[in-house]
């Protein structure tokens, strides 16, 4: 069974720090995707990044960036620089037979 | 990616009445699905919506709670029947567009039931 776990449940920090979000993962399927999700407070879920198993690539994004190990199944993510706008829920989920799977979510507060 | 509508954005409805709630894509979408976020919590599937068939639903939910219609690839209702205050959550509903099975989501439902 697919399983996403972020054991981080809030992170608070102050603009211009660098935030690190964890997520890891279980699956038995040797192609899926993952994916990071923002929900500010506004209620919307909007997507930030995607990687597929076979990318083990780690790519920076403007102030995104994401670590990808396969071997730890494990795809982190980090903003850098943080601003006050990225305060929001960060899911990371999982990708099963077209359907996701999410992780409880970690809260972001960015405060000035 | 795709442009995604939801209605009601919100409403807030009675004990034992029904609510049902449109999902407008701007393209044609093969997948699309309904989601549920109870307060404070992830999101849960609660099926896969498949136009000319019956929804494909997921473990604890079933098709008398939550009847689902999908009458092309652009459109989709969610109902949720006989609601009680367990059923206040957002509901969304998410397609698959692009590339790398990509779920892109409408802005939401918000329901509060008294």
């Known amino acids: 069974a697919q399983k996403v776990t972020q054991a981080q449940t809030e992170i608070s920090v102050v603009e211009k720090e660098d935030v690190t979000l964890d997520c890891v993962y279980e699956t038995r399927d040797t192609t899926y995707y993952l994916f990071w999700y923002k929900q500010p407070p506004s209620g919307e879920l909007v997507f930030l990044i995607r990687?597929?198993?076979?990318?083990?690539q780690n790519e920076i994004s403007g102030r995104y960036s994401w670590n990808f190990q396969k071997s730890t199944s494990s795809f982190n993510f980090t903003i850098t620089a943080s601003q006050v706008v990225d305060s929001a829920v960060y899911f990371c989920a999982l990708t099963y037979w077209g359907k996701l799977q999410f992780g409880a979510g970690t809260q972001v507060v960015v405060t000035p | 990616s795709a442009v995604i509508s939801q209605k009601p954005s919100r409403d807030i409805c009675q004990r034992g009445t029904s609510l049902t709630i449109q999902c407008q894509v701007d393209?044609?979408?093969?997948?699309m699905f309904w989601y549920r976020q109870q307060p404070g919590q992830s999101l849960t599937l609660i099926a896969t919506a498949n136009q000319g068939s019956e929804a494909t639903y997921e473990s604890g939910f079933v098709i008398d709670k939550f009847p689902i219609s999908r009458p092309n690839l652009t459109f989709s209702t969610l109902t949720v029947s006989n609601m009680s205050p367990e059923d206040s959550s957002i509901y969304l509903c998410?397609?698959?567009?692009?590339?790398?099975?990509?779920?892109?989501f409408g802005p939401g439902t918000r329901l509060t039931v008294l």
């Open positions: 998410s397609v698959i567009a692009g590339v790398g099975d990509t779920q892109y």
């Open positions: 990687r597929n198993s076979f990318d083990e």
């Open positions: 393209s044609q979408v093969t997948m």
